[in-house]
Nanobody, 119 residues
């Protein structure tokens, strides 16, 4: 089983919406914490949204109010609803377990899903 698979990316115009999905294996999916990250060429990968136990959520300032993270624990799936998209949201989006990222010196990353927002 592939540890994590992201999908749902695409090309949209500014102001549009996309919904990303991520299905993770038991080695990565955790009810305690899951997150969505994004990366653009030449920049470090950044955490943009996270969901933890009791469905507590947190967001980067750049996406707060526009992105919504949610999950279906029964399917080991995490979602990212992205509304009011901006050109600066263009990136490859990945999901992972923030607790694993903090403790594993060489964490697994999936292929990600490309999001392109045109002005």
């Amino acid at each position: 089983q592939v540890p994590v698979v992201e999908s749902g990316g695409g090309s949209v115009q500014a102001g549009g919406s996309l919904r990303l999905s991520c299905t993770a294996s038991k080695s990565i999916f955790s009810v305690n914490a899951m997150g969505w990250y994004r990366q653009t060429p030449g920049k470090e990968r950044e955490l943009v949204a996270a969901i933890s136990e009791a469905d507590s959520t947190s967001y980067a300032d750049s996406v707060r109010g526009r992105f919504t993270i949610s999950r279906d624990i029964s399917k080991s799936t995490v979602f990212l609803q992205m509304d009011s998209l901006r050109p600066e949201d263009t990136a490859v989006y990945y999901c992972n377990n923030p607790l694993v990222i903090l403790t594993d010196p060489d964490p697994y990353w999936g292929q990600g899903t490309q999001v392109t927002v045109s002005s």
